[in-house]
Every structure is written in C-alpha cells, then in structure tokens.
C-alpha cells in the first residue's frame, strides 16, 4: 500500500521537522489565522485521526471512492472552516514539551492498525465512507503541505522526500483536473498563462 508507505514517511518528516522548531518560533504567524503552534496542532490530527478512526466501526458502505472525490465533493459539502481553524488553535494549546513522544506513539499504533487492517478497509468519516488506502492518501495530502507550511514560517527544512512531494502534487493534480480546471493547470505548469489569483483545489 504506497499511501501507507508515504503516510508513515510524511509522518515522521512532520515530528522531525516539529522537533526543531525553536520555542522563540511557536508564536509566529503561519498560516490564516494560525500561529505556528496552532498549525502545528491542526497537522498532528492527520496522525490522530488516522487511530481515531481506525478503533471505531468501518462504513457500511464506499460513499467516496477515492481521495480525489474526498476533496472535489465530499470535502466540500462537510468541511466548516471556521470550526477547522478553532480545532487547530484548541489543539495548538494543549502542546507541551511531550507532545512529541506521544504523537510518535500514536503514529506507531495508527500504523499498526493501518497494517491490520489492509487498504480496502471503509473508513467511516460521520456519514461518508472511504477505503482507507485513499484516506491515508488525503492525510498524506495533509502532512506534506502543511510541513512545507511550517518550513515556510520557521525558516527550516521540511525534509520530505522527493516521491511523496510528487505523489502529493499528483494528487493536487488530480483534484484540479476534476474541477475542471485541468486547462488551466497545464497552462500555467507550461507557462501560457499564471492562475487566478489566489486560486485553490480546495
């Protein structure tokens, strides 16, 4: 299962580059609304989810097939940003000093459970239902640009190797394809024409 392979390697490239963050740091701006402490917290719940989820009942049903619809459909009908950014800061203030060892013992258990149960797993997600081999896709998707969004606001390296950096681009390829901005994407990748300001896939 690659998406498990590139969760358990964007997992760990997080808590290294995590552990590096100088405490001067934690209180700079990052990303919206975030300080880099409350980033920081936002990202470790793709690790913690991922146990979550896995303790609790499968879906009865594939409701999203794959990552790609997770973000283009389903990401959208159910996503409140505004709760999204108050769960980060929530989860930002309760970092301490161990956070560290208790987010990579969490990340072993989840890929414990990942290994026990298999890609075809149906991950329920509330209402939705997801094989978890792409719902480890979307927590890749997750930990890979929100570490470079850390690398940014701290000034250090993220570390993360180069084949998640392009499964994850991939991805985001994807997803654009199937808003239909595909022609854009292209002409933009090829220098035609630059994006709409401030565009987005999600």
């Excluded at 300080?35 to 009865?60: C, F, K, M």
């Amino acid at each position: 299962m690659t998406s498990a392979t590139d969760f358990e390697t964007a997992a760990h490239s997080f808590l290294d580059l995590v552990a590096q963050v100088k405490v001067s740091a934690w209180n700079e701006p990052a990303l919206g609304v975030w300080d880099v402490r409350s980033l920081v917290g936002h990202t470790a719940r793709a690790i913690l989810v991922v146990e979550q989820y896995l303790l609790a009942d499968p879906a009865p049903a594939v409701t999203a097939p794959d990552a790609e619809t997770y973000y283009t459909t389903v990401f959208s009908q159910y996503t409140d940003n505004d709760a999204i950014a108050a769960r980060g800061v929530a989860a930002g203030e309760k970092l301490t000093e161990a956070s560290g060892e208790e987010f990579e013992a969490t990340l072993n258990r989840a890929l414990a459970l990942i290994a026990q149960n298999g890609p075809d797993r149906v991950v329920a997600i509330g209402p939705i239902g997801i094989p978890l081999g792409e719902y480890l896709r979307t927590r890749v998707f997750e930990l890979v640009v929100h570490s470079m969004d850390i690398a940014r606001a701290t000034g250090l390296p993220h570390g993360l190797p180069t084949d998640v950096v392009a499964n994850v681009a991939d991805l985001a390829a994807r997803i654009a394809v199937r808003k239909g901005d595909g022609e854009d994407l292209l002409f933009a990748l090829t220098g035609r024409r630059p994006l709409p300001q401030r565009y987005s896939i999600l």
